[in-house]
């Protein structure tokens, strides 16, 4: 069983930054793509950006130029660093790993964090 915890988020004014930190247990070397999506009152959950286990990323467009993923492969950690927030990122963020074994692979999600931008 893999527990994914994230931490930080809250409340921040328009143009303001916020730090996002997620991790998974586990072994180390069976945590591969992690990454963070994103859900809206009233809409569908959306992919935010991934990162391998090789440090390839991934943004969707809304966030490029703005989100850096990052993450630190000892520790099966991912971070999130939100700058530039506008209102239009005010969602619940949820945090995903991927697991990987001889059995196949699987992903596990944390319980979600606040992320509030305010105009």
């Known amino acids: 069983q893999v527990q994914v915890v994230e931490s930080g988020g809250g409340l921040v004014q328009a143009g303001g930054s916020l730090g996002l930190s997620c991790a998974a247990s586990g072994s180390i070397f069976s945590i591969k793509t992690m990454g963070w999506n994103r859900q809206a009152p009233g809409k569908q959950r959306e992919l935010v950006a991934t990162?391998?286990?090789?440090?390839?990323?991934d943004y969707t467009d809304s966030v490029k130029g703005r989100f850096t993923i990052s993450r630190d492969n000892t520790k099966n950690t991912v971070y999130l660093q939100m700058n530039s927030l506008k209102p239009e990122d005010t969602a619940v963020y949820y945090c995903?790993?991927?697991?990987?074994?001889?059995?196949?692979?699987?992903?596990?999600w944390g319980q979600g964090t606040q992320v509030t931008v305010s105009s």
């Open positions: 995903n790993a991927e697991y990987c074994s001889d059995y196949g692979c699987r992903s596990y």
């Open positions: 990162i391998t286990r090789g440090g390839n990323t």
